[in-house]
Structure formats: C-alpha cells, structure tokens
T-cell receptor, first 111, second 116 residues
Framework: AQSVTQLDSHVSVSEGTPVLLRCNYS??????LFWYVQHPNKGLQLLLK??????LVKGINGFEAEFKKSETSFHLTKPSAHMSDAAEYFC?????????FGQGTELSVKP | EAGVAQSPRYKIIEKRQSVAFWCNPI?????LYWYQQILGQGPKLLIQ????????DSQLPKDRFSAERLKGVDSTLKIQPAKLEDSAVYLC??????????????FGPGTRLTVL
C-alpha cells in the first residue's frame, strides 16, 4: 500500500531564511507525488507534482521538491521564506487516482 | 475558470441531527471526490464518482453517510444521524477529463461541520 510520512508536524523559520519540509514515501511502484498547501479557512492548493519526469520539480511561489528514489524522499524546499508562506503543507501520494495524504506540516514564519 | 464550489461553508448541528453538503465541480470535470479532514490530520477519501457512478465508496460509513451525483455534475453528501466524531471539514475535489492533468485534483474551500 502507498503511504507518506511527514517527518515534522511543525516547522518554524524566520522570514528570508530557507524552508525545508520533509516527506518520505512508501510505494511498490514509481509513484506520483504531490505537495499541497492549505491556508487557514482556504481550500487545498497544488504546489507541485512529480510524475516520473525530471526528479527536481519546480512549483508555484518559488517552491521546489526533489524526488530521491534511493532515499524514498520528496522533500519540499524554498530558498527564502515569506510571511505569506505560513500555512499547512501536505505531502501526498497518488494510489491509482486516489490521493493519500500525510499528516501535514504546519509552517510558521517569524518576522 | 471558476473553481470548485461548496456550500455551506460552515454548519453547526446537534448530534443525531442530519446535515447535507453540496459541491459543484469545475465545469467539464468528470471525476469528483469527497474527503473528510479531521482537525490536525490530512484529508481522507470518503467516496469517488466518475460521472454519476460510484467508483470507490469503501471508506464511506454507509450506516450514516450517503452521497449522490445524479446528473454527473454537482453532488451532495449527507450525514444522518450525525455523531460528535463527524466534526470535520468536508472537502470536495474534481479532476479534469483528459489531457496531461488527469492526476491533479482541484479542491473546493470545504464545509466545516461542528457537531455539538
């Protein structure tokens, strides 16, 4: 069965510093992986997705993620955090069209 | 392009009452999903529709939850009777019919249900 594990439930960074949100996946075949963001009282928004093309995936708002098969990881990064990045982030794996979500990582950004 | 619409945005009911949520997917999207997101957790799939047919309802608590998508467009999710543990955000998502984006789900803003 497919699954994802987000290694941190909460990450706090200062504005202008790098962001790293960690995600490990478990899959019996080459997975489709996603990162979604959820701002308070807003719907889930797709940040980026990996579907077995380039291993470094660029998304919206300066985010990117690298698929590492040897480490079964799909960590999300951003070089410089902005206050508007404060939100809940979900790492997601697709299991034949059904999305399986991680527990989420809450990102706080301090001024 | 208009996004996925859901209503109501918030609902407060007492346990044992019934409640219904409505979802209107993006125009032309054939596949529709309902998810339940309990506070502090990631969303969990309840049911998947393809047009007006059910593809997967294995995670739907059928003794109290029901869902329909009669004309293959909008959908309703009903809970009857509600329990305290049904307090959650109910999210609707839809997927484009073809092209390169068929694995991307577009989510609505959700309905936050509080059961007292």
């Amino acid at each position: 069965a497919q699954s994802v594990t987000q290694l941190d439930s909460h990450v706090s960074v200062s504005e202008g510093t790098p962001v790293l949100l960690r995600c490990n996946y478990s899959s019996s075949y080459s997975p489709s992986l996603f990162w979604y963001v959820q701002h308070p009282n807003k719907g889930l928004q797709l940040l980026l997705k990996y579907t077995s093309a380039a291993t470094l995936v660029k998304g919206i708002n300066g985010f990117e993620a690298e698929f590492k098969k040897s480490e079964t990881s799909f960590h999300l990064t951003k070089p410089s955090a902005h206050m508007s990045d404060a939100a809940e982030y979900f790492c997601v794996v697709s299991d034949w069209g059904k999305l399986i979500f991680g527990q989420g990582t809450e990102l706080s950004v301090k001024p | 392009e208009a996004g996925v619409a859901q209503s109501p945005r918030y609902k407060i009911i007492e346990k044992r009452q019934s409640v219904a949520f409505w979802c209107n997917p993006i125009s032309g999207h054939a596949t529709l999903y309902w998810y339940q997101q309990i506070l502090g957790q990631g969303p969990k799939l309840l049911i998947q529709f393809q047009n007006n047919g059910v593809v997967d309802d294995s995670q739907l608590p059928k003794d109290r939850f029901s869902a329909e998508r009669l004309k293959g467009v909008d959908s309703t999710l009903k809970i009857q009777p509600a329990k305290l543990e049904d307090s959650a955000v109910y999210l609707c998502a839809s997927v484009p019919k073809g092209g390169q984006d068929t694995d991307t789900q577009y989510f609505g803003p959700g309905t936050r249900l509080t059961v007292l």
